[in-house]
């Protein structure tokens, strides 16, 4: 495996955050829409992004996994950890750290859906297009990014470089 390499640094991850943080603020507003942070990948984005609003908020968390230790999905998604808030007829806004293929992403859409809130939206911090299998509107995308494995800013390989300050992509990972 290779070293971290920077993909996207600091500087411009902080000026994607603000831009999407102006894009909610427009459409959420005076509305104290819910956020769900998809852990544990988002929770740095979903704390940035926050800080960058003016506006009541609630927060709530949800994981998913379909990774477990390989770099590969497998297609299926586990719901580790459930929502403890009532969604029913709130709007929502999911935050993701990746959407590669849009197994998981999709399976928490639908089943969110099922729940019936207001609204619904996706805001996700990276899109790997070349590796989408489900079709996914992603209302709110900070890059799309090529086919590499990335790691930093909350995103992570086996529990490591969560802490990297920049979007880095590492080669050679099994």
Not at 68 to 88: D, F, Q
Not at 121 to 136: N, Q, S
Request: glycine share 6%; aromatic share 10%.
């Amino acid at each position: 495996m290779s070293k971290p390499q920077k993909l996207i640094d600091r500087e411009d991850i902080e000026k994607t955050v603000k831009r999407i943080a102006s894009e909610i603020s427009n459409d959420f507003k005076g509305k104290n829409p819910l956020f769900i942070g998809v852990l544990t990948g988002a929770f740095v984005f979903l704390s940035d992004l926050i800080r960058q609003l003016d506006f009541n908020l609630e927060i709530e968390f949800i994981r998913l996994s379909s990774y477990g230790n390989k770099t590969e999905t497998s297609g299926k998604v586990n719901k580790v950890l459930g929502l403890k808030c009532e969604i029913k007829n709130r709007n929502l806004i999911v935050v993701e750290d990746i959407v590669d293929t849009g197994y998981t992403t999709s399976f928490l859409l639908d089943w969110l859906k099922k729940k019936k809130p207001t609204s619904l939206k996706l805001c996700a911090l990276t899109h790997k297009p070349a590796r989408c299998k489900v079709p996914i509107k992603i209302d709110y995308l900070g890059f799309t990014i090529p086919d590499k494995f990335i790691v930093g800013y909350g995103i992570d390989f086996n529990g490591q470089y969560r802490n990297l300050p920049d979007i880095c992509f590492i080669e050679n990972v099994e």
